[in-house]
């Protein structure tokens, strides 16, 4: 079978070896957590123990995570239960977020007839913070939906700055952080944020976890339970819950020495594809900055759908934008806000990633670009 080069780590990551560990040594804790004997208990200690380390690990109160089954039931969660509770009649957000927060606040706004702004941003997709002063200015305490890293061309927020914004007008902030949780140490306590979400299998765990993170009181969208302080119905996944603990202290741990080897791989992937496709376009600030493991670019006037099966072909992955939207032939939603004239490649890179992959990437597509001229 021939070996698959993966380069769609912001789409999903292997389960790393000690996350996996942890996953099947509960295989045997069958038992429901919220059963009062032995067993459930020791179902329990588990998911307690992990929601004390992440919080510790994140640095803020155990008490304000909440376990999802992943970062989309956790925007679904946060975003309606915030409007219901607080009463919010205006979301301020951007057309460049993830198809969940932009579906979450579409329909939760023409549910509860509240007003949906969107805040303007410029040609490379960097929020507009004046324009973000006037919106909240105009429309006090209301609900801002922005993410940290953006999931298809790698712009951070200045989330500092957002978060003071939105606080100098009482507005709430919900931040999406699916993209930059387990890839940075940071303390959610110290952050100008409200409420955040992320996901496991982002950073080496297992998928069918999330995480949300809330400063402020909440009502429950899924009822039938007391789990997860009332706020969550159902029974939690002890296993993946276990392995996201894990997962992020390997993450956090190993944070240094990555960050610095995937940045370089980045950077080298980079000169390459400028100095052997030319005229190769760049997608958002990735060149000179953004997520440190993902690239953005478009070979021009040749067809990204078919880069994207050649490349399949000779045995490498990659993803034409965000992995909830594979599988449409139209351009993203994001490439399309940001008037890139077709379709671009996410080439984002991983633990796992090495050298000599770049090299056979970088000539896999020089090789195309020329057989497509």
Do not use: W
């Not at 409007?83 to 919010?88: L, S, T």
């Not at 100098?168 to 931040?175: D, G, P």
């Amino acid at each position: 079978m021939q070996k698959i080069l993966y380069f769609d780590y912001i789409a999903s990551t292997p389960i790393c070896v000690e996350a996996k560990e942890a996953l099947v040594k509960t295989l045997d804790m069958f038992a429901n957590p919220s059963s009062t004997h032995r067993l459930g208990q020791k179902s329990r200690v588990v998911i307690e123990t992990a929601r004390n380390d992440i919080a510790e690990m994140l640095q803020c109160v155990p008490d304000n995570l909440i376990f999802t089954s992943g970062a989309t039931e956790a925007i679904n969660l946060g975003v309606i239960s915030v409007c219901k509770k607080f009463g919010i009649q205006h979301i301020i957000t951007s057309p460049l977020e993830h198809a969940a927060m932009l579906r979450t606040t579409e329909q939760t706004a023409l549910q509860n007839n509240i007003s949906l702004l969107h805040v303007k941003h410029n040609h490379i997709g960097q929020i507009d913070l004046n324009d973000l002063e006037q919106l909240l200015s105009a429309h006090s305490h209301a609900l801002v939906c922005l993410m940290h890293a953006n999931n298809e061309i790698g712009n951070l927020l200045p989330i500092k700055e957002v978060g003071k914004l939105c606080h100098k007008y009482q507005a709430l902030f919900f931040c999406d952080m699916v993209q930059t949780v387990g890839k940075y140490p940071m303390s959610l306590s110290d952050l100008p944020v409200d409420f955040a979400v992320c996901s496991a299998h982002k950073f080496y765990g297992s998928k069918g976890c999330g995480l949300l993170y809330h400063k402020h009181n909440m009502a429950p969208l899924l009822l039938g339970g007391h789990q997860e302080r009332n706020l969550r119905a159902g029974t939690e996944n002890v296993g993946a819950i276990a392995a996201m603990s894990v997962a992020l202290n390997m993450a956090l741990k190993n944070y240094e020495t990555e960050k610095q080897r995937i940045e370089n791989l980045k950077n080298d992937c980079i000169n390459l594809l400028k100095e052997k496709i030319p005229n190769i376009c760049f997608v958002g600030n990735c060149v000179s900055g953004g997520l440190y493991n993902l690239i953005n670019c478009y070979i021009p006037d040749v067809d990204t759908d078919v880069v994207f099966m050649q490349l399949d072909m000779a045995g490498i992955a990659i993803s034409t934008g965000s992995a909830c939207s594979s599988g449409t032939t139209t351009t993203s939603h994001v490439i399309q806000a940001l008037g890139v004239p077709q379709k671009s490649m996410r080439i984002s890179f991983g633990i796992p990633t090495q050298q000599q992959e770049i090299a056979y990437l970088i000539a896999q597509l020089e090789k195309i670009a020329k057989k497509n001229a």
